[in-house]
C-alpha cells in the first residue's frame, strides 16, 4: 500500500506535464498557422491572388506535416475539419472569390485558435 500513493502521484504528475507539453505544442503550432492565414488574408484583400495561391500551397504543406502530430493529440473530427475547410479555401482562391475566400479563412484562423484552448487543462476541459 505504500508504494502505492507515490506511483499515483507519479502518474498523475505525468499526465499534466504531458498535457501542457502537448497544450504548448498545439498552441505554438495553431499560431503559426494563423500567422500563414494573416498573410493570405492580405494578399486576398489586396487582390494578389497568385501570392495568395502560393502561400496557402505553402500552408498547406505545413499543415500535411503538422496534422500527423496533431492526430496523436485531439479528435480526428476537427482535423477533419481544417483539411475540409483548407481545400475549400484553396478552391476558392483559385476561383477568384474574394468573399468565399475571407469567410473560409474565418472559418480556418477559428478552427486553428479553437483547438489550443479545447485541450487546456483547466477544470472545465476535465469535466
Same mark, same amino acid.
Given at each position: ?19 501542457? +507539453?502537448? $497544450?504548448?505544442?498545439? $498552441? ?26 502560393? $502561400?496557402?500551397? &505553402? ?11 496533431? +492526430? ?7 482535423? &477533419? ?12 482562391? &483559385? ?7 475571407? +469567410? ?7 478552427? $486553428? ?15
Amino acid at each position: 500500500m505504500k508504494h502505492v500513493v507515490p506511483l499515483i502521484v507519479m502518474i498523475i504528475i505525468l499526465i499534466i506535464f504531458v498535457d501542457i +507539453a502537448s $497544450y504548448k505544442y498545439l $498552441y505554438t503550432s495553431s499560431n503559426s498557422m494563423e500567422e500563414k492565414l494573416h498573410v493570405i488574408e492580405k494578399d486576398i484583400k489586396n487582390g494578389n491572388w497568385k501570392s495568395a495561391e502560393t $502561400y496557402v500551397n &505553402d500552408l498547406e504543406k505545413t499543415w500535411d506535416k503538422v496534422s500527423s502530430k496533431w +492526430a496523436i493529440l485531439i479528435e480526428h473530427r476537427e482535423i &477533419d475539419d481544417i483539411d475540409m475547410s483548407l481545400s475549400k479555401l484553396k478552391s476558392f482562391i &483559385d476561383s477568384k472569390n474574394k468573399d468565399l475566400s475571407l +469567410a473560409e479563412l474565418k472559418t480556418l484562423k477559428e478552427l $486553428y485558435n479553437h483547438i489550443p484552448s479545447n485541450e487546456k487543462l483547466t477544470l472545465e476541459n476535465i469535466l
